[in-house]
């Protein structure tokens, strides 16, 4: 049986046999309702909006709630315009229609089919400026939201300068814009222009401070374009204002991870079709997405033009402290800070899933140490969310969860662009609370772990490929000129990165922190040989 449609409407009996949820309302009437009316477009077609945001829209959908979908635009290689894998294989051949598969701990899996879709489109202006105008400039729309990773919405580089693709969007009028925080803010234009009617821009990443980032990545380029002429003041002003323009805060966290084998063969073996992995560009994709049960979403309640009833379809709604600090605990102590260890580790050991590292005593021990130990002496309480159950839940539910089989190497992805807020933050919270940093040990090994792993060495002393990060090439400038069993070689490569405040949002070498010998010390004995990362960690973490 293919996922489509027609099949929903013609064999709902195979559906109802296999325990497969499908949507109670009527597709088409809802992609009609939404193509005259838009109220909520996405950018970032990825499996965390497969299954988690677009699956928003189908409860609240089915619960007859709203009456309009979501419209995906694909990111995907943005700036160019002959990319349209996701579009072709993820989408259109399923009419828009994914699979989510809810995988509980004990490997029972809950099947839903989400409809709320209701179309696809590229971020490229070349063939689709005019459909996303016509979206944009819409007075019904209320959401424009963004999964998009991030470094999404890193428009410079580490010295200050505008990337290239965005100093090029700088210099071009704005229907030429290539990189995602450009179209956006065309878009933004395009509307200011037609009735400067009010939206919401809520970016869903999962970053300290995300709408703050989103909008001052917006308004850098609109002031450019300003500048040059291609917008006016009123532009700006537009923007600045929370009651025209709103950059909401969000906290999110679900734990989707690329497409599994197993689940794979599960769905076929009911008798579904077209269940095989692909590659979209270099990521392994599906029709289905594996994600963990637990989710949680957090959003500020800042939305000018009206918003449908989200926490009835358990998101929480919430004022922009409460929000800070439900990402916070998460970001900075409770999740990330343990899932980035993991990856930096994982890699090196050459493990294959986290829920088997989690089965190394040692590397238990790691995260514990630096989640209950070192995160929560400075962890932020949100209220809505205990510190102590959440993390209680990741280290003793999620993590270990067999059937959500995440890679160290997809989590290693962008680590420089997560390392500021998963351990700079709890630094910068040592000094602030006037907790001695010297107590530290999880957090600094992982520091050194890391620029273990930018040499491209494992711990057998192997050859091993580095997940793509934008500060790879600026990051092994340094590394490369230190040597693997080689000590005297690390001279003073470490000290340009240790003390980039980009990086960890302070000098590591600042006497308040007063880490960064420690961080060499610790790298120094990962080199020393083969097996030597492990023998650092047996030797501190205790």
């Known amino acids: 049986m293919k996922i489509n449609i027609e099949n929903l409407t013609n064999n709902k009996t195979f559906f109802e046999k296999n325990n497969i949820e499908i949507p109670k309302y009527d597709i088409k009437q809802i992609r009609k309702n939404t193509n005259e009316k838009p109220t909520w477009i996405h950018f970032g077609a990825g499996n965390i909006f497969r299954g988690f945001v677009a699956r928003i829209s189908d409860t609240l959908l089915n619960d007859n709630i709203i009456n309009t979908g979501i419209i995906a635009v694909d990111t995907h290689a943005a700036g160019r315009d002959d990319d349209y894998e996701m579009l072709e294989k993820v989408y259109k051949p399923f009419d828009n229609l994914t699979l989510l598969a809810s995988i509980k701990s004990d490997g029972n899996i809950d099947k839903k089919i989400i409809g709320s879709i209701t179309d696809i489109l590229h971020a490229d202006f070349i063939n689709y400026y005019e459909e996303l105008k016509k979206i944009f400039i819409s007075d019904s729309l209320q959401i424009v939201s963004f999964t998009i990773t991030e470094k999404g919405y890193s428009i410079k580089d580490s010295n200050g300068n505008y990337n290239k693709i965005v100093a090029y969007d700088i210099e071009n009028e704005p229907k030429k814009a290539k990189n995602i925080m450009s179209i956006a803010c065309a878009m933004l234009l395009e509307r200011y222009k037609n009735g400067a009617y009010p939206i919401a821009m809520l970016s869903i990443d999962n970053c300290s401070n995300n709408g703050d980032k989103l909008k001052s990545a917006v308004i850098d380029i609109a002031k450019e374009w300003v500048e040059k002429g291609f917008a006016d003041n009123g532009f700006i002003e537009y923007l600045e204002d929370n009651k025209k323009a709103a950059f909401p805060f969000s906290m999110i966290d679900k734990i989707t991870p690329r497409p599994s084998e197993i689940i794979s063969k599960k769905l076929e073996s009911i008798g579904l079709e077209d269940m095989q992995i692909f590659k979209v ?55 990330n800070p343990l899932h980035t260890s993991l990856a930096i580790f994982g890699c090196l ?53 067999p059937y959500i089989p995440d890679s160290p190497k997809r989590i290693a992805t962008d680590t420089s662009q997560k390392i500021p807020i998963r351990y700079g933050e709890t630094l910068k919270s040592y000094v602030k609370n006037g907790l001695d940093t010297s107590s530290l040990i999880g957090i600094p090994i992982t520091i050194a772990a890391w620029l273990r792993y930018l040499m491209g060495i494992d711990d057998k002393g192997n050859t091993m ?78």
């Open 281 to 335: 560009g270099h990521n392994p994709m599906a029709a289905f997405v594996n994600a963990e049960v637990p989710e949680y979403l957090v959003i500020e309640d800042l939305f000018p033009n009206g918003r449908p009833d989200l926490a009835k379809a358990g998101v929480y709604i919430t004022d922009r402290e409460t929000v800070k600090n439900s990402e916070k605990m998460k970001v900075t102590t409770c999740l």
């Open 349 to 401: 050991l050459d493990y294959d899933f986290i829920y088997n590292e989690m089965k190394d005593p040692i590397l238990k021990k790691l995260v514990e140490k630096i989640g209950y130990d070192e995160g929560m002496k400075v962890v932020i309480n949100p209220k809505i969310l205990n510190p102590m159950d959440f993390i209680k839940e990741v280290i003793e539910e999620r993590l270990v969860n």
């Open 465 to 542: 490929e580095i997940s793509p990060d934008p500060m790879l090439d600026e990051l092994q400038k340094h590394i490369k000129n230190i040597k693997f069993k080689d000590v005297n070689s690390v001279g003073d490569n470490l000290k340009p990165i240790l003390s980039n405040k980009i990086i960890f949002a302070c000098d590591l070498y600042d006497e308040k922190i007063n880490l960064g010998n420690r961080i060499e010390e610790y790298f120094k004995e990962m080199i020393i040989g083969v097996n030597a990362v492990r023998e650092c960690l047996n030797k501190y973490i205790k």
